[in-house]
């Protein structure tokens, strides 16, 4: 023990300063290491939760005394990682109010003196808060909230009110609906509740935009809207084809394509009506019809007016048979249709009549109603002079793999740069290497010398420094030096 505190006041400031720096960072070192092996590893128990929702779970996890971490703003709930199984599923078997809607467990502990009236609006939270749960379903779809305005029905009173139903959508950030998928939402809601039709059911986005259009109106901005809507429609399936065939062809991006459509948006009725012949009647014939009703009248001379002839007439009541037919020519039909098509890689004219070709029957091209299809590659939009001059200047020369040609004038400046970045981060590493090694050799601790090691210091010296003498006779044995 003695010894250790006679090193310790031997050695100087700077050392013991050292040592107390190195110690406590030990220290300090052994401790995070031990709190980081022996805390509890938090994992996801469920994220992008909505503020409603994590303030039902989280106030349930305080109820069943389970330790959480919130992170993300609150959108996201940490349980420890043994405990997330158990706990999910016993939060998914609580029924909580998730998505601020409820569904028919509204009903699980319905008090038995409830009124008409609450069991009406009850009945009514819990359609919506089912219809709410299935929309949520789709993949598209973030939040969602179903109203349903049902009118009172009674008795003695007749509902003259149709039933509607508006839905409003929040979309996942990038995410959009399709036409079809908005025309689903509104046939999922017409087929759950009773006496709503599709037509009848109104869909918004988070914006307040409707997604659905009225099927018949009288404003020309909702006709012209939904006219627009079909070109567009017409248009991007169409331009889906070409894009597949094309990057299917020349890879991804290798190949623009746009389609322009023009509709026929008028709808037509033709009634035609015609004569039917009676069975019997050759085809050619004369259509007469079927006699339903025959009479005949005798007429005789009397003295009175003899100059009347006497005879008989005949009188018959035909059916005639009618047909009518009415042919009803649906508006949307293709009146023409142009298609252009860019490639980036240089094609020969012949690969451009193939190609045409393709593109030609991916969209059902036809002739006769004037439709036009254009191909072109980019080469051919370069100005001819510049792109025959290169090859005139310069001889043709073999095809040379990228590790074989010789470097241009980039590559060598880049490669210059980056030796000279290199010699001067070595000769940077080579004096600082330099500076630590004086400092530690300046700042090395000098061992003390006591009393009698001093003296026989200082008599080495002096027989280093004193010139040898010449040996005496009769001395002793030479090597003896006289002082």
Do not use: C
């Not at 598209?140 to 039933?163: D, G, M, N, Y």
């Not at 062809?249 to 709808?267: C, E, H, I, K, P």
Request: hydrophobic share 45%; aromatic share 4%.
């Amino acid at each position: 023990m003695t010894s250790i505190v006679e090193t310790w006041e031997q050695l100087p400031a700077r050392a013991r300063i050292g040592m107390l720096a190195g110690a406590l960072l030990i220290i300090a070192l052994v401790t995070a290491v031990g709190i980081w092996a022996y805390r509890a590893d938090y994992q996801v128990l469920f994220s992008d939760v909505a503020p409603a929702d994590a303030a039902a779970m989280t106030s349930e996890l305080d109820r069943l005394k389970t330790p959480y971490q919130l992170t993300d703003g609150g959108n996201t709930i940490l349980v420890p990682k043994d405990l997330v199984y158990k706990t999910r599923l016993k939060l998914m078997g609580k029924e909580l109010p998730l998505h601020g809607a409820v569904g028919f467990e509204v009903f699980n502990n319905a008090d038995f003196g409830m009124t008409e009236f609450v069991q009406k609006v009850n009945y009514l939270r819990a359609i919506q808060g089912e219809l709410t749960r299935t929309i949520l379903s789709i993949e598209e779809i973030q939040a969602a909230r179903v109203h349903l305005a049902l009118p009172e029905q009674s008795l003695f009173k007749t509902a003259v009110a149709k039933p509607k139903a508006s839905v409003t959508l929040t979309t996942k950030p990038g995410k959009v609906l399709a036409s079809q998928q908005i025309a689903g939402i509104q046939r999922l809601v017409a087929a759950s509740v009773a006496d709503i039709v599709s037509s009848d059911v109104t869909v918004l986005d988070q914006h307040g935009v409707a997604l659905t259009r009225v099927a018949q109106s009288d404003g020309g901005l909702d006709l012209g809207l939904s006219q627009l809507d079909s070109k567009r429609g017409t248009e991007d399936y169409l331009v889906k084809k070409v894009t597949e065939v094309l990057d299917r062809t020349f890879g991804a991006g290798q190949a623009v394509a746009s389609v322009d459509v023009l509709l026929n948006l008028d709808q037509s009725k033709v009634t035609t009506e015609e004569v039917l012949p009676a069975k019997g009647i050759a085809p050619d014939g004369i259509a007469t019809g079927v006699v339903v009703h025959e009479r005949q009248v005798n007429t005789d001379s009397t003295a009175s007016a003899p100059a009347k002839p006497s005879g008989s007439t005949v009188e018959s009541d035909y059916q005639v048979g009618r047909r009518v037919e009415q042919t009803v020519t649906a508006a949307g039909t293709v009146k023409r249709m142009t298609i252009a098509v860019l490639v980036k890689q240089p094609l020969s004219d012949a690969q451009l009549d193939k190609l045409k070709e393709v593109v030609t029957l991916a969209v059902g091209f036809n002739s006769q109603r004037g439709d036009a299809v254009v191909v072109y590659a980019m080469d051919q939009f370069a100005n001819p002079a510049a792109a025959k001059a290169p090859a005139a200047a310069s001889p043709e020369l073999p095809d040379l793999p990228s590790a074989m040609a010789p470097p241009g004038p980039v590559t060598a400046r880049m490669s210059s740069t980056v030796i000279t970045m290199l010699a001067a981060l070595a000769g940077l590493g080579v004096v600082l290497l330099l500076y630590l090694f004086l400092r530690a050799r300046r700042h090395a601790p000098v061992a003390r010398l006591d009393a009698a090691q001093r003296a026989r210091l200082l008599e080495d010296v002096r027989q280093w420094i004193t010139p040898a003498a010449e040996p005496v006779a009769g001395a002793s044995a030479p090597g003896v030096v006289r002082k």
